[in-house]
């Protein structure tokens, strides 16, 4: 049976009669409360009615069925007509999972709106196909079976993310109190290109008001949002935001120059990175060292996103070039081996 917005929108009504149990609803009433919402819809008239006894005959029989919503109707006799109503108290589709037709609905807008691949805003598509395949599959009576990351409780982002997408997308300049670690919040004008999640946080990218250089700004970082009249300066077009990235693990994209970074890798670790490697430009093939130690090759900028992930191996990476990296490494690691010096006298 094809699903358009009418029988959706009689599914509904009809739901919203069955699961009312303070009232019988007759056939004939059910035919003339999905006429009544069609009419108040879209203004189809309801004198001879737009929806038959069939019609709605067969809508319970898809509202029951597997490829419906699986609900149970009871038809209860009363003297020599039936009225119709769920056969659990509370039931309704708006608590089903989602059917299997609805999934199909949803996939064919998702191949309507993979046209705008490769613009930013719409990146989101590969993951919410991926959520909707595996979490439609539950059923109300089943535990989850998949957990994906996110941080609920991230600042910020019920206020302002929506805002800033809109922003973007209707090209808009903003204006934004931005709060940086250990730093006094300021107000910036920022011209809003682009929205990139990272280590399970939110960044705008954009240009500050006079600067020539495109900046992040973490969304949980920002205090104060407003939308201005200002002059909306369109992003150069030969800035691609998916190789304006491929440079850098993370974000944060500055002058420095790209460079050879070789990495002394453990056995241990070195599963772990083959299977999900540092960065894009980790070499295919990998040297074998002394001792069941590997040779790893990365081109990248030195950042803080670098070696932060660098420094979560711990002892199981060793910076060995260039020597600018390897010595704040060298640095960082010197400091956390005097934080937990068993020497340390206690206070």
Not at 168 to 194: G, L, M, Q, S
Not at 221 to 240: H, N, Q, V, W
Not at 312 to 338: C, H, N, T, Y
Request: hydrophobic residues 35%; aromatic residues 12%.
């Amino acid at each position: 049976m094809p699903t358009n917005k009418n029988a959706q929108l009689r599914y509904q009504v009809l739901d919203k009669c069955l699961s009312n149990w303070s009232r019988r609803y007759y056939i004939e009433d059910l035919v003339e409360a999905c006429n009544e919402a069609l009419y108040l819809y879209n203004g189809e008239t309801k004198d001879g009615g737009c929806v038959k006894k069939r019609q709605v005959q067969d809508d319970l029989k898809f509202i029951e069925s597997e490829e419906g919503y699986a609900m149970q109707i009871d038809a209860i006799q009363y003297g020599h007509r039936r009225y119709y109503r769920y056969h659990k108290k509370g039931a309704s589709i708006k608590k089903q999972p989602i059917n299997q037709e609805e999934i199909n609905l949803i996939h064919d807008a998702l191949l309507l709106l993979r046209r705008f691949e490769g613009v930013p805003q719409f990146e989101w598509l590969d993951d919410l196909e991926k959520r909707l395949y595996t979490t439609s599959k539950l059923g109300e009576t089943l535990d989850s079976v998949v957990s994906f990351q996110h941080n609920p409780y991230l600042k910020g982002m019920d206020t302002y993310y929506k805002p800033i997408f809109d922003s973007i997308v209707n090209k808009r300049v903003i204006e934004i109190v931005y709060h940086p670690f250990d730093k006094d919040a300021r107000t910036i004008v920022v011209t809003p290109y682009f929205l990139k999640q990272y280590n399970n946080r939110w960044f705008l990218i954009g240009k500050h008001k006079g600067s020539e250089y495109l900046s992040n700004f973490a969304i949980d970082r920002i205090e104060g949002f407003d939308e201005t009249s200002k002059p909306y300066e369109p992003l150069a077009e030969d800035i691609d935001f998916k190789e304006y990235f491929s440079d850098v693990v993370g974000v944060s994209v500055s002058n420095a120059p790209v460079e050879e970074v070789m990495l002394k890798v453990s056995n241990k670790a070195y599963g772990y990175i083959v299977t999900k490697p540092l960065h894009e430009s980790q070499s295919a093939v990998s040297t074998p060292m002394e001792d069941g130690y590997w040779q790893v090759i990365l081109r990248v900028q030195n950042n803080y996103e670098l070696r932060t992930l660098l420094r979560s191996f711990g002892e199981q990476i060793e910076v060995i070039v260039p020597e600018s990296l390897r010595k704040m490494m060298k640095d960082s690691a010197d400091a956390m081996s005097r934080m937990y010096n068993d020497n340390k006298s206690e206070d």
